[in-house]
Every structure is written in structure tokens, then in C-alpha cells.
């Protein structure tokens, strides 16, 4: 068995696909939202606010990430996770926050998730690093992997749209609901966001399944591989 078919037997996908000519129907009410609503919360009292520098470089920004108190998950994380990869990347694959794995090694996607990630980019010929950078919405994690508050996307945001300004990739994969909905700007269900197009500021944005939730919801990884594929085309031109 080669890589390429590990790999696919890794996402439940195995004997291979073969790529349509034209895309797959989709069934009515067949997707259901992968996290909880972001929630709608006052702003958090007695914290400072996010740095607001003009254009920061990547040493000055990951400084300002390590300084940051501007929300209450500073206080309870180990270290703030800023992201990984290719600097100059044409793929930003961005997902929620750091979990337990990541909180203690300061770096994104460490655990079964990203395990399940890494096979993930194999399966589409790519490699953690090489051409890819991978980051989140927050960058401290939130107590009890909970979703990020409303108020707490919003302070960190402005260090990933920084990110995103500094790599300049051709194309953004949101992991889930949370990084979907703050890169998009609403609020929508994944199963009415995956399968097309987006606009982020004139990268092409595609949304896909948090590697999360796929570990607990394998049947959707069919899905994932639909979004993959659809990626693949993408930068491929088509």
C-alpha cells in the first residue's frame, strides 16, 4: 500500500476517489453546525487592550501575541500559540484555538487532531511546513477547549488578519464554525458555508470541518474530502 492510500484509509476514504465532472447533489438538511453559536458577551472589564500598532513585522507581531492580556484567556493559558509554517505560504488552513496538546507545546494542530490535519494535507499532496502555515482564531486557549467568546475573538482577531496581510496566501481553508463565522464576518451553519467560494479580502476562503470534530463524527469525513478536492481545484486553476 502506498502513502497516498494510507492516508485515505486514515479518512475513511479508501478504495480512492475519483473525482467528478460535475459536483456531488447535496441533501437537504443534511449538514448540522459543528460548534455551539459564538456567543454574544459584554466586552471583559478590567483588561487591556489589544496593542494597535500600525503594521507590525513578524518579530514585532509574535512579541505583541506573547505581551497580549487584552482578554481573560491570557490568565489561564500556559503560553500563547501564534502559529506555524511556511511564512510565505500559498495555504492558510486556520481553525479555533490551541487545546490542552497545544497549550503545552505552543503550537497549533500537536494533538489527535492534528495528527488527523497532517493526514489531511497528505491526502492533497501538501506537508505541515512545506507551502502551508496553520494558525487559529484565538491564540491562548480557552478554558475546558470551550469556544472563544465573541469578545474574545475580537481582541485576537486583528493578530491573524495581520498574519494573513503578512503571508499573502491564494487560499484560506477555515477548520469549523468559529474561524469560519470571524473570517467571514456571519453567522451561518458549516453546512450552508462548505462546498463553495468565499471572499476574505480577496483570498478565496473555503470552509471545511474542524479535524476535532471530525474524530468524533467520522461519517463526515466524506464531506472534508469533498472540501479538500475542491481546494485542490482551486489552486490548481480550476
Not at 78 to 92: C, H, I, S
Not at 171 to 177: C, E, F, P, S, W
Not at 196 to 201: A, M, Q, S
Not at 215 to 224: D, H, I, Q, T, V
Amino acid at each position: 500500500m502506498d502513502r497516498s492510500e494510507a492516508v485515505l484509509r486514515e479518512l475513511n476514504l479508501y478504495p480512492r476517489w475519483v473525482r467528478r465532472n460535475q459536483p456531488a447533489p447535496v441533501m437537504a438538511g443534511q449538514h448540522a453546525p459543528v460548534a455551539a453559536e459564538v456567543e454574544a458577551v459584554a466586552p471583559d472589564a478590567a483588561v487591556a487592550p489589544a496593542p494597535q500598532a500600525g503594521k507590525p513585522g513578524w518579530p514585532e507581531l509574535k512579541q505583541q501575541v506573547r505581551d497580549c492580556t487584552a482578554c481573560r484567556l491570557r490568565a489561564g493559558c500556559t503560553q500563547t500559540v501564534f502559529g506555524v509554517g511556511d511564512e510565505r505560504a500559498d495555504w492558510l488552513f486556520v481553525g479555533e484555538g490551541p487545546g490542552a496538546d497545544e497549550d503545552a507545546r505552543g503550537e497549533p494542530f500537536v494533538g489527535q487532531a492534528g495528527k488527523l490535519l497532517d493526514n489531511m494535507l497528505l491526502a492533497i499532496k501538501l506537508k505541515r511546513g512545506n507551502n502551508v502555515y496553520i494558525a487559529n482564531i484565538v491564540k491562548c486557549r480557552p478554558p475546558d477547549n470551550r469556544t472563544p467568546t465573541a469578545d474574545e475573538i475580537a481582541q485576537c482577531l486583528p493578530y491573524l488578519q495581520r498574519q494573513i496581510e503578512l503571508i499573502k496566501p491564494k487560499l484560506v481553508i477555515a477548520l469549523g464554525k468559529t474561524a469560519a463565522v470571524a473570517l467571514l464576518g456571519k453567522d451561518a451553519t458549516i453546512g450552508s458555508l462548505r462546498g463553495t467560494l468565499h471572499d476574505y479580502r480577496g483570498i478565496p476562503l473555503i470552509v471545511t470541518y474542524h479535524p476535532a470534530y471530525l474524530l468524533r463524527s467520522p461519517m463526515e469525513k466524506a464531506k472534508a474530502w469533498q472540501d479538500l478536492c475542491l481546494a485542490a481545484k482551486t489552486m490548481a486553476g480550476g
